[in-house]
């Protein structure tokens, strides 16, 4: 016992000996400078993860009453359909707008070339604005070499050169919309910008939703486009 305490006053001892006042401040400033360099290294590598973008590709996020459908955009293959779908997004234009078309392999006459999709856009909620808009110009799949695989968005049109905000999602491969492909007469395809890569079953779950001679019925509201 009498050792145990000797100990004790010993450590006290010590304790009073090596660790001098002047000793203290000095161990207190070098722990203070350890925090700070420990600090500015922690905010360099907080501030570098912020800087750095999310993804290499722009990504949008379709939110539907079936759920969100989130789209990576390949701006480098179609710099001019890329940008002009990201101003309508940045303008609001698909606000309200809907999926309001679907072609599967049963509303389709047996003796022409198939596809199987749904269409979406303003066409049905905001007609005189998709008409008043001028038409983007074609980026065949010639061009850009995004082939219309499953889950691929494109643009809807008529005369190439006529798409502006009307788009579909292809559901399954539908190599008859790539340039030279059966489903267009002037054979220049349709203008690829994206893929799916989140929500392919939001995708079918509207494909399969009721439809009426090619018109989804009733159509699936989109409540907005949005960057991510």
């Given at each position: 016992?009498?050792f ?7 450590a ?8 001098l ?28 993860c ?15 009453s ?94 190439p050169?006529t ?9 399954g491969?539908q ?54």
């Open positions: 016992m009498l145990c305490r000797a100990k004790k006053y010993t006290v001892i010590l304790i009073h000996v090596f660790l006042p002047s000793d203290c401040i000095n161990m207190c400033e070098k722990i203070m400078n350890m925090h700070k360099i420990f600090l500015s290294a922690a905010f360099a590598i907080i501030l570098t912020c800087s750095s973008p999310k993804n290499k590709n722009p990504h949008v996020e379709i939110q539907t079936y759920g969100d459908i989130e789209v990576e955009l390949y701006p480098q293959q179609a710099p001019k359909t890329v940008a002009a779908f990201l101003s309508y997004i940045d303008s609001g234009y698909y606000n309200k707008a809907s999926f309001y078309r679907v072609l599967t392999d049963d509303n389709q006459a047996s003796n022409a070339p198939k596809s199987e999709l749904i269409q979406g856009g303003i066409w049905k909620t905001n007609y005189k604005l998709a008409a008043a808009l001028p038409g983007i110009t074609h980026e065949s799949t010639q061009q850009t070499k995004i082939l219309h695989k499953d889950g691929t968005i494109s643009l809807a049109r008529q005369a050169g798409a502006n905000t009307e788009f579909f999602i292809c559901v491969d190599p008859g919309f790539d340039y030279g492909g059966a489903n267009n007469a002037d054979g220049q395809g349709y203008a690829a910008f994206g893929k799916v890569v989140k929500g392919m079953d939001v995708v079918r779950n509207i494909y399969s939703a009721p439809e009426y001679d090619q018109v989804l019925d009733p159509q699936i509201p989109i409540y907005r486009i949005k960057k991510l």
